[in-house]
């Protein structure tokens, strides 16, 4: 189990941009990977990121999102782009694949168009 912490969301109109951020014991050394929760739908995934760097994203989120390391702050960072009311959710980390012990309290992104 890992206990993760997410930062950095908030309140934002659409078109602004916001870095979100992950952070917990250990991740330096294992695959993340960034989720989300729209109100009323399931959380689904977003993108991950290998120990090296290697990075995947959901198709339909493409060239809006970058995943990064910041190995020196052991963090995992996630910028989004151009964000959109559809943006709007709570963003969580986890390890990949995902284990549901690590889930945290996430991150609050509402987007107001």
């Known amino acids: 189990q890992v206990q993760l912490v997410e930062s950095g969301g908030g309140l934002v109109q659409a078109g602004e941009s916001l870095r979100l951020s992950c952070t917990g014991s250990g991740i330096n050394n294992r695959a993340m990977a960034w989720y989300r929760q729209a109100p009323g739908k399931q959380r689904e995934f977003v993108a991950r990121i290998s120990i090296t760097g290697v990075t995947s994203y959901q198709n339909s989120l493409r060239g809006r999102f970058t995943v990064a390391r910041d190995y020196a702050k052991n963090t995992v960072d996630l910028q989004i782009y151009s964000l959109k009311p559809e943006d709007t959710g709570v963003y969580y980390c986890?390890?990949?694949?995902?284990?549901?012990?690590?889930w945290g309290q996430g991150t609050q992104v509402t987007v107001s168009s």
């Open positions: 986890n390890t990949y694949p995902q284990d549901t012990n690590n």
